[in-house]
């Protein structure tokens, strides 16, 4: 079923590049990498995609939910102070939505919480599972922070966390159930998730290559984007359909055949109504890894042939994970409406398995219609497509 | 939010019951006492966690009473702290035997394991998502789920379940058992005539008596989708509360007649 576009009236992001939106432009901009060692201390070597410096306080009654996911937040909803008034005068706060997704939720205060309840047989004094960790805990944070009172959730399907809520506010706003969302996520570093990954011996030591023929895996990193997704505003970019699949394949292994990945791309161009050939360009889930960047690359090839120009951003700024989806997201959106895409760091050489076409430097051009690509374990796939506001 | 959605069935795990109709009766059954998670072939089930193979059991159940093509409904997993006791194995790896962590432990962390899983186990390349909203997370659940139906017009199985939070984490007296509950909701052009409806979400305050659960099953962040189970097995009408005042009062309405 096909449905009109929806306007997204604000974006902000936070991450390895620079802690608002105007600060990760200039970086991918510039092609300079976010990637440096780890401030965690663990034992082996990687590099990571940390946000840099101290994160502000929250306000004081906020104070007992403080922890980095959080502090993220409330940078990002900072970023979005204007077009949050104009979202908030639009719209009654019992039908403004708040829809994140995050794979860590508190799993970085839940881990030293731990740590010391090994070590002392109790928890700390001030941890609290519900104000830490739990997903309520970041909903209560942004519900307060901006004033949005409709439906809350946490969307937590691992690497596709962040980009489904863009499905699900679309669909709340198409059946008249909200009339705006916040959209978005956050994720933190962890050692948890730094360690499991090495376990699965996906992490590279060196920064990530996606697409690359000398790729060795993927880095971590954090941070966070939120969108704002109404029924009618001003619109930066337009939400125009959201594609969704799984593999049924394997728990965290990518379906080789990528048929997954290319029906989530071709439910996105179904429910948008618009073919194939109008795409301009796609930001690729492209972690790094060996399997997923040769599937994605040929169930992107097969779909919209070999000119279209694809790129990875994990290079930049590390797998964001939960917050992956609806950074890519974003970041999709900066080439709608400055005319540019980032070069793809690191990919040259570009693996010759690798059959799509991988923008290897910052390219220019008119791009009118893109998509963004999160895949996750659980075979879980995302495509979001965007078009330029008209 | 005032358009209704048909309910093609309900499904439920209960811990120590073979089914809901035995849970309500009180006809305990030993054989029962944890999930089995059938549904999984053995090889993943064998990794599965506690909280998977009762999602497992209930969604089996809704499926066997709804008539619903696994291979092909859209899915809605509601937990709301997930796998916590995964995740609680991985830091006793990490902090105490400082070993490397095992990778299908770590991959089996993540909040939508189970709807990994399953959509695995039954072939669907079809919808799925996980989600969580602490004590409102049957009502978000199902909120995402009645989207689904009137935006896509098709059926979708909302899936909520949590088990025991790990001790360490909720001291005290303030932990809950086990329990997953599950609806098959339709659009209303195919839903059957003797099967009730739901009204989408709202706030109420006169609200049906909830489902007399042991206090430790009452405090289960999703025994409010096994409240809705209850009236819809009962043929109940009016309000079901859907968080026990725990959360922020959402609350759905049942209807047994035709819209």
Redesign the interface.
């Given at each position: 079923m096909t449905s009109p576009p929806l306007p997204i009236t604000g974006f902000a992001l936070c991450n390895a590049l620079g802690r608002t939106r105007g600060a990760v432009r200039d970086a991918l901009y510039d092609g300079r990498c976010g990637l440096s060692p780890s401030p965690i201390e663990l034992p082996f070597e990687t590099v990571v995609g940390a946000v840099r410096g101290d994160l502000p306080e929250l306000p004081a009654a906020l104070a007992p939910w403080s922890t980095r996911t959080a502090r993220i937040a409330a940078l990002l909803l900072d970023d979005l102070r204007a077009p949050l008034e104009a979202l908030r005068g639009r719209w009654r706060p019992g039908r403004i939505a708040v829809l994140l997704g995050t794979s860590t939720a508190g799993a970085d205060v839940t881990e030293n919480a731990y740590r010391h309840f090994l070590a002392h047989g109790a928890l700390p004094r001030d941890y609290d599972l519900f104000r830490h960790h739990s997903y309520g805990a970041i909903l209560h944070v942004v519900r307060v922070l901006s004033g949005a009172e409709g439906p809350a959730w946490v969307t937590s399907t691992a690497c596709t966390s962040s980009a489904k809520p863009l499905a699900s506010a679309k669909r709340l706003i198409d059946a008249g159930m909200i009339d705006a969302a916040i959209v978005g996520g956050i994720d933190t570093l962890c050692r948890m998730t730094l360690q499991g990954f090495r376990s699965l011996e996906a992490l590279s030591p060196e920064p990530a290559r996606p697409f690359s023929a000398e790729r060795r895996g993927l880095n971590i990193g954090e941070g966070g984007a939120f969108l704002l997704v109404e029924r009618e505003g001003d619109p930066m970019a337009l939400l125009e359909a959201v594609g969704e699949s799984s593999d049924a394949h394997h728990i965290s292994a990518p379906d080789p055949a990528g048929i997954g990945a290319r029906l989530a791309m071709e439910r996105a161009l179904l429910q948008a109504g618009v073919p194939a050939s109008s795409l301009d360009h796609v930001n690729a889930h492209g972690t790094g890894t060996r399997l997923n960047d040769v599937s994605e690359a040929a169930a992107i090839e097969a779909l919209f042939g070999r000119d279209v120009p694809v790129v990875s951003t994990k290079g930049y700024t590390g797998h964001l994970l939960g917050a992956a989806g609806a950074t890519e997201a974003a970041i999709a959106i900066l080439a709608l409406r400055e005319g540019w895409i980032p070069a793809s760091l690191g990919a040259l050489p570009v693996d010759p398995k690798v059959t799509a076409r991988i923008a290897t430097e910052r390219t220019h051009g008119s791009f009118r219609r893109v998509l963004s690509n999160s895949f996750a374990f659980g075979g879980n796939n995302v495509s979001v497509l965007l078009g330029a506001a008209r | 939010?005032s358009?209704r959605v048909g309910v093609a069935g309900w499904g439920v795990f209960v811990p120590g019951f073979a089914s809901l109709a035995d849970w309500l009766a009180t006809r305990p059954s030993a054989a029962h006492m944890k999930p089995e998670g059938t549904l999984v072939p053995l090889r993943?089930r064998r990794r599965a966690s506690l909280l998977s193979r009762a999602f497992a059991d209930a969604f089996a159940d809704v499926v066997a009473k709804s008539g619903l093509d696994p291979s092909q409904v859209a899915t809605v997993f509601g937990s709301?702290?997930?796998e916590a006791s995964t995740?609680?194995g991985?830091?006793d790896q990490?902090?105490?035997e400082q070993t490397?962590?095992?990778?299908m432990k770590?991959?089996?962390?993540?909040?939508?394991?189970a709807?990994?899983?399953i959509?695995?186990a039954?072939?669907?390349?079809?919808?799925?998502?996980?989600?969580?909203?602490?004590?409102?997370?049957p009502?978000?659940?199902l909120?995402?789920g009645?989207?689904?139906v009137?935006?896509?017009?098709r059926p979708v199985i909302v899936c909520c379940g949590d088990e025991g939070?790990p001790g360490?984490?909720?001291?005290g007296d303030n932990g809950w058992s086990l329990v997953c509950a599950a609806v098959a909701l339709c659009p209303l052009d195919g839903a059957r005539r003797d099967r009730p409806q739901l009204s989408?979400?709202e706030m109420a305050s006169a609200t049906l008596p909830p489902a007399p659960t042991s206090p430790s099953l009452g405090r289960n962040p999703n025994v409010g989708l096994l409240d809705l189970v209850v009236a819809l097995e009962r043929g109940s009408e009016g309000v079901v509360r859907l968080d026990r005042g725990a959360g922020r009062g959402y609350s759905v309405r049942v209807h047994s007649e035709r819209a």
């Open positions: - | 939010m358009e993943e709301a702290l997930g995740m609680i991985l830091l990490m902090w105490q490397a962590l095992s990778p770590f991959a089996t962390s993540v909040h939508n394991t709807s990994g899983m959509s695995i039954t072939g669907n390349r079809g919808f799925t998502t996980s989600l969580g909203a602490d004590y409102d997370t009502a978000m659940g909120l995402e009645i989207g689904i009137q935006r896509e017009g939070p360490d984490l909720v001291p989408s979400l």
